[in-house]
């Protein structure tokens, strides 16, 4: 058996043991979903969701920023909060429409998808290590013969997963844009078809970095603020890898929350989290959320760059996928 940590909620903690294997996700997802059913009927619970492939690692970093939102929410009858993990997008917009999930924060291609899908309003963002914005850099060996995304053609890429923003739909964007085909990869080891980019999906920054620096695959696409983070991509690799381009700046990533969440409800959780940054309990709980610094209200500069993303979004999932 494999522990999943502990899952804590208004005062109590409730152990869950999950199933080895493939069951692991299946098992987890139902006991969150069973839970949280009240929701459409009562909103003594707040259920939060967030895509991943790592249910029980991901619970640990949303629980503390939960708990610590619904803290503030005493008047309106909120009495616990839920966390709820989702395999896809799909998935996540079905339960927003649902109302079996009322917020949810994840990178900008998953929110423009929530917004498109389900009606989710973006009502904060991110700010990371100063900054609400980030790029995707695209990198090779130092010793490689790729200058341009051009050169691309024929060899291979590795991507993070297929709903990364920086590292799955921005470079891929990326390769339409400059004329080639994206193809997935049966595995990282097999060669692309003349002319062809073929892409593999590593699931970690420093996977990707690894299989560069090993020649396993010729390229890499992570986010700038990564490639910047050592825990990330490692000093011992990136000594040997360079970036060749670059795609235009994004949001860093954006708090929804669903349609039809009553006002006074939205409003306090938008002050909560602007307010979370100005004392010592919410900062551990901005540090454990993906070690966020603090949130901000989106301006329109904001908005017009998450929606900038949507023709890309379109033509990654009409040409790639």
């Known amino acids: 058996m494999l522990k999943s940590g502990s899952q804590q909620s208004a005062g109590r903690t409730t152990s869950l043991t999950?199933?080895?294997?493939?069951?692991?996700?299946?098992?987890?997802?139902?006991?969150?979903?069973?839970?949280?059913?009240?929701?459409?009927?009562?909103?003594?619970?707040?259920?939060?969701?967030?895509?991943?492939?790592?249910?029980?690692?991901?619970?640990?970093?949303?629980?503390?920023?939960?708990?610590?939102?619904?803290?503030?929410?005493?008047?309106?009858?909120?009495?616990?909060?839920?966390?709820?993990?989702?395999?896809d997008a799909n998935q996540l917009a079905s339960y927003l429409r649902q109302e079996k999930v009322d917020w949810v924060g994840d990178t900008a291609a998953v929110a423009l998808q929530l917004i498109d899908r389900a009606g989710a309003e973006p009502i904060a963002m991110v700010n990371k290590r100063g900054s609400k914005r980030y790029r995707t850099v695209l990198f090779a060996r130092t010793d490689s013969d790729i200058d341009t995304i051009a050169d691309l053609a024929g060899k291979t890429i590795a991507f993070q997963n297929t709903s990364s923003t920086s590292a799955y739909y921005l470079p891929a964007g990326m390769l339409l844009e400059a004329g080639l085909r994206p193809a997935?990869?049966?595995?990282?080891?097999?060669?692309?078809?003349?002319?062809?980019?073929?892409?593999?999906?590593?699931?970690?920054?420093?996977?990707?970095?690894?299989?560069?620096?090993?020649?396993?695959?010729?390229?890499?696409?992570?986010?700038?603020?990564?490639?910047?983070?050592?825990?990330?991509?490692?000093?011992?690799?990136?000594?040997?890898?360079?970036?060749?381009?670059?795609?235009?700046?994004?949001?860093?990533?954006?708090?929804?929350?669903?349609?039809?969440?009553?006002?006074?409800?939205?409003?306090?959780?938008?002050?909560?989290?602007?307010?979370?940054?100005?004392?010592?309990?919410?900062?551990?709980?901005l540090a454990a959320y993906f070690r966020t610094d603090q949130f901000t209200e989106p301006?329109?500069?904001?908005?017009?760059?998450?929606?900038?993303?949507?023709?890309?979004?379109?033509?990654?999932?009409e040409e790639v996928e």
Do not use: C
Not at 24 to 42: E, H, I, W
Not at 192 to 197: D, E, K, L, S
Not at 299 to 317: C, F, I, N
């Open 18 to 87: 999950l199933a080895a294997g493939p069951l692991r996700y299946l098992t987890l997802l139902l006991m969150l979903l069973g839970s949280a059913l009240v929701l459409a009927a009562d909103q003594r619970v707040l259920v939060m969701g967030r895509l991943s492939d790592d249910p029980g690692g991901t619970i640990g970093r949303l629980q503390p920023l939960l708990d610590y939102v619904v803290a503030d929410l005493a008047e309106f009858g909120v009495e616990r909060g839920q966390v709820i993990m989702a395999r």
């Open 184 to 285: 997935i990869l049966v595995s990282p080891l097999e060669k692309p078809a003349p002319g062809v980019v073929g892409y593999a999906f590593s699931r970690l920054e420093a996977n990707s970095a690894a299989w560069v620096h090993k020649r396993v695959v010729d390229a890499a696409a992570v986010s700038d603020q990564d490639w910047n983070d050592a825990e990330r991509i490692p000093t011992s690799f990136r000594d040997d890898l360079r970036v060749f381009a670059e795609s235009p700046e994004v949001p860093r990533g954006i708090e929804l929350i669903r349609s039809g969440l009553p006002a006074e409800l939205r409003e306090q959780i938008l002050e909560t989290l602007l307010n979370a940054h100005q004392d010592d309990e919410g900062r551990r709980a």
């Open 299 to 317: 301006t329109s500069d904001d908005l017009e760059a998450l929606y900038a993303l949507r023709p890309w979004l379109r033509r990654v999932r």
